[in-house]
Structure formats: structure tokens, C-alpha cells
């Protein structure tokens, strides 16, 4: 809430610009700022001044509501609480969709769709309300220059062949689609900490970054004195405006993610699994003494990370084409496991959804955590992926 601007915080037009003269635009940097500070910037008295912080605190201060006020709100409009994947297995098990409001996280090796599910969501974003859509604009954070127009046509076209009749309707969609190529940390914070003025002006409706990782990881090597505290420290700051301009404007944002590897009996290996072939190479390796070794496939970014996310979906291989979705973490689902293919028109089911305590997927297991229930991942449980290398 204290990334809240302060042109919001209905303080006048005229100070709203002295106070960006000093940059000074949001409520909490003018809090960080002693009396005597604020009396210099603004030119007000020290009784003026006062009234001003308690008018600024007000605004970014969390309002209380009730857990009925929340009910009743969602139980009123509830096409508004939820972006529906279409994926409709999915779209039950989460309760209606990608949820407003909170972060959502997709993690994956490279290749399983991770993109192909933010171009399809930015497409889904766009429609009417009653086609399940939020009927607004997007907002979508290219880290990586994987984004094509030519794909968001492609499924827009074949998922939804009667309502995209038109070349006009598609060009429609696309000019509510605003794309920014970001390709550093620091330009990715900046695009962040500058979104909530475009989100009133552009009426958005849907957050997406992709990825997170991307930048961070060719940022920031953990092996690096200091490199881990500053990482940890931009993620966090990150995750804080997401989550407030997510809840500020009950809006989804999606964010993707990378996975990475590491050894049980050596030092973290900071690279992604890039394929089945890639785990079945793995597997035939063996340590200097002989001995077969087991490895660890997370999710990247951490633990601290891995907190601040709502809604983790993992996607991964199974038999090409076929590939596996999880939902791992949810405030309102239990651990669920559903297959797909890519197609035309993006992400499609197939037939049948499973429950279980562990899905393997060429050599790959996810299990839970020791004494950890399926039904208890949406409780901050530690989700992991485990691959037996050779076992």
C-alpha cells in the first residue's frame, strides 16, 4: 500500500508536482521523510505538515474488512474475482480461474508453454465479460523476447473462431495488449514502480511478466559476495508492488518463472532442465567415488520468492507431445495434475484429471514434503520436484 502514488492520496495537482520535483511520488517516500524534511519541500508549516502525513498514512494504510464483507463482494460479482483459463478441469479445481488479486506464478523448463499460457491469458483478458473475460487491457513485461503478435492472432483466431470474425476485432485486441520489453533488473523495477497511473488511464485488467527469472538470474550470482542480499532485495520490493497494485485494482498478474538443479551431494548447479533428454543425460552420470547421485528440481528465485507467490502452476514433460500441468500451491485448490497439449489455439486438456501424492514424469517425481497431504500445499508447503538421477 505505500507504493501507492500520491496523486492519489487527494493531495492537491500543485503539490503533487513540488513534491516530484524532489522525487518524491509515492506515499512512502514522502513517510520516509522527517518533519523538518517535508516542512523544506512542501513550504508548509509544521501544523500543515502534520495534517499532511496523516492524510498520506490514511491513504496507503490497509483497510479492515470482514471475511463476510469479502464473501459478499466475490458472491455479487464474481466474474470479477477470477480470469477463467478456458481450460475448464482447471478453471473448477481453482475455483473459476487465475484469481484477482494476488500473484500468480507458472514454472517450468524451457519449451513446456509457459509463454504460450501468458499469450493465451492476454487474449482471454481482452474479452467480454460474458465470455469470461475482464473486457480490459494488458500489460504485458517481455524479459526475454519471446512475445510474437503473430502467435496472439494465431490462438485468438483458432480459440475463438466465431467471436474473431473479423480482422477488425483482431487488430482491436491486439491495440489492448501493450507490450514493453524490459531487460534488466533495474528497468523491470522501474516499469513496475510506474504501472499504477496506467492501469487507471488504460483501464488494465491483466498483469504479465515473463519472467522474473530471466533478468534476475543473469543479474545476480548467488556465489558473489553481497549478490544474494541485493537479489533477495529486489525480488522483495518487487513482489510488494505486484501484490499491491494486484489488491489496490483486483486485478490477476501472472508471472512466470524457471526451474533449476541441483546435486544432493554437490553444490547447487545453477542451470535449468531443458528437456526430458537433458534428465535422461543426467541420469546416466555418476559422482568421482562411483556412486550414483540424486538431484533436486525447484522452482528459481527461492524460498522468499516462492512465499510471496499465491498461486504456483507448474507445467513439465511427459510424452511428447503430451505435457503435464500441476497445480502445486493455491489458497483454494488441492495439489491436481492435468495434461495438455499445444496447439493452434494454445493450451488444450486432455481427458481426465488425477489426485495423487506424487506424479512421475520420465525419472522426474514430484512428491510432497515429509508428512505434507496433498490437500496442505496451499498452506505455504514446500513443493518439490525430485529426480532419482540413476537411483
Known sequence: MAAKKLRR??????????????????CQDFLCLSLLELMKVTGQSYYDVQKLLCRVSRACAPKMQTAYEM?????????????????????????????????????????????????MASVLATLPVSMGGLDGAVIYVDTESAFSAERLIEIAGNRFPTYFDSDEKLFCMTRSIHLYRELTCGSVLKRIMSLEEEIISKKVKLIIIDSVASVVRKEFDTKLQGNLAERS???????????????????PVILTNQITTSLSNGPAIQADL????????????ASGSGKRESGCVTAALGNTWSHSVNTRLILQYHDLPTRQ???????VAPFSAFFYTIEKSGLVLQAGVKEQKSVTVNSVTLILPNGCHPAALHQDCDCRVLADLGG
Request: proline letters at 6%; charged letters at 20%; glycine letters at 6%.
Open 233 to 251: 532485495n529486489f525480488l522483495a520490493r518487487g513482489a510488494s508492488v505486484l501484490k499491491y497494485l494486484a489488491e489496490e485494482f483486483s486485478i
Open 71 to 119: 464473501k459478499l463482494r466475490k458472491s455479487v460479482s464474481p466474474s470479477s474475482a477470477f480470469l477463467s483459463t478456458t481450460l475448464h478441469s482447471l478453471d473448477k479445481v481453482l475455483h473459476g480461474g487465475v484469481p484477482c488479486g494476488s500473484l500468480t506464478e507458472i514454472t517450468s523448463p524451457p519449451g513446456c508453454g509457459k509463454t504460450q499460457f501468458c499469450i
Open 274 to 285: 531443458v528437456s526430458p533428454a537433458d534428465d535422461l543425460s543426467l541420469s546416466e552420470g
Open 9 to 26: 492520496a487527494r493531495l492537491s495537482q500543485e503539490l503533487c508536482e513540488r513534491l516530484s520535483r524532489h522525487q518524491i511520488t509515492t
Open 325 to 331: 500441468l500441476l497445480v502445486a500451491k493455491s489458497p
